[in-house]
């Protein structure tokens, strides 16, 4: 059965006739999480997961015309039942579940599916044919438990305070900011930037728990935040707002410094291996847990992750998007006077 199609502006589900996370404006987008790359300006409606929607209208426009669901509450849209699924990537993230005539799609959007300290933890689905993700798609990309992470954010901090100095983490504004928030929460005082500061509210207001944080103006006091902690974006890496933090030690909070060379071409004082993407044995749990007849493989590594598939066995096939967002690129939010 044809459920989706692969078209110039997106997946397309042809008999609900909307969207699922298009790169350009259509009328019926269906959206699995809140960044830039999968939530786009322009589109008339917009449906997402709950705990997404405010993230949305942060990003997008109070004034959008946006609804959203629950977990594991279905909408028929034209008979086709739609419903969202846990993506464990960032705060509400979703696989979005499409079913036709007894036939399932399951589109994974981003997904990560090692628990973390904030997120829905990821659930796997049955389908028919399943889209995933390959953003670490290859057998080097292997994660640390949460706890372990935890234990190596902290240890730096608190090495950093023994030399008089100021941990800064440089993590994307959705996500990682608020990831990182969660494992060295109490540990001491945390100031964010603008762009994490504004983005924490939205989620708050909408009754999500995040740990305590203060806003870093531009016109800080040193004195403040001397051997505190601060968490910019990382397209402040080099900025004059990072250059007035007094004694600063960085550190760049990404999946991609899970190779050494990264971190020495970044020119920081740390790398942490932290990603909100699933690695290679995750990647191969989730599509093995689908019991998909078919699979495609979307951004990353799709090449070498679909050819690995099909030789154990899987029908799995490359699927070029526009999706995949660069951490190191400024965030949409970031003040450009700061930079």
């Given amino acids: 059965m044809k ?7 997106g997946i397309y589900c042809i008999p609900g006739k909307f969207y699922l996370d298009p ?21 008339k409606h917009y449906l997402c997961q709950n705990d997404s929607k405010a993230i949305i209208k942060h990003r997008l426009g109070k004034d959008i015309s946006i609804e959203s669901l629950g977990y594991n509450q279905p909408k028929n849209i034209n008979r086709v ?4 699924f ?22 994974s959007g981003d997904y990560k599916t090692q628990p973390d ?30 706890e372990e ?25 959705l996500g990682k900011a608020q990831r990182i928030m969660k494992l060295i929460e109490g540990v001491d005082d945390i100031y964010v930037h603008s ?27 040193k004195a403040a935040i001397q051997n505190k902690i601060v968490i910019l974006p990382p397209a402040l890496l080099g900025s004059r707002m ?58 990353g590594s799709q090449a070498v992750f679909s050819k690995y598939l099909n030789e154990i066995g899987i029908e799995a096939h490359e699927l070029k998007t526009e999706f995949g967002e660069d951490e190191f690129a400024k965030d949409e939010e970031t003040k450009t006077e700061n930079a």
């Fill in 86 to 107: 846990p993506a464990g990537h960032v705060i509400g993230s979703a696989q979005i579940r499409l079913e036709y005539k007894g036939y399932v799609v399951v589109f």
């Fill in 242 to 299: 990072l250059k007035k933090i007094p004694n600063a030690a960085t550190a760049i909070c990404s999946g991609w410094m899970h190779i050494r060379g990264n971190r020495r071409w970044k020119g920081v004082d740390a790398g942490f291996s932290i990603s909100d993407h699933a690695d290679w044995d995750g990647l191969l749990a989730a599509v093995k847990a689908t019991e998909a007849e078919k699979v495609h493989v979307t951004h």
């Fill in 23 to 43: 790169w350009y404006p259509v009328d019926y987008a269906v959206i699995s999480h809140g960044h830039a790359d999968h939530s786009r300006y322009g589109n």
């Fill in 3 to 9: 459920l989706v199609k692969f078209t110039k502006k």
């Fill in 195 to 221: 762009a994490i500061n504004n983005l924490n509210n939205a989620i708050s207001g909408a009754g999500i728990e995040l740990p305590k944080t203060t806003l870093l103006n531009y016109d800080f006091k």
């Fill in 117 to 146: 300290f904030i997120s829905t933890p990821y659930e796997p689905v049955k389908c028919h044919e399943f889209i995933t993700e390959s953003t670490f798609g290859l057998p080097i990309y292997k994660w640390k438990k949460e």
């Fill in 149 to 173: 992470l935890q234990a190596e954010l902290t240890n730096w901090v608190l090495q950093n305070q023994q030399n008089n100095r100021t941990s800064v983490f440089l993590g994307y504004s």
């Fill in 81 to 84: 039942q739609v419903s969202f």
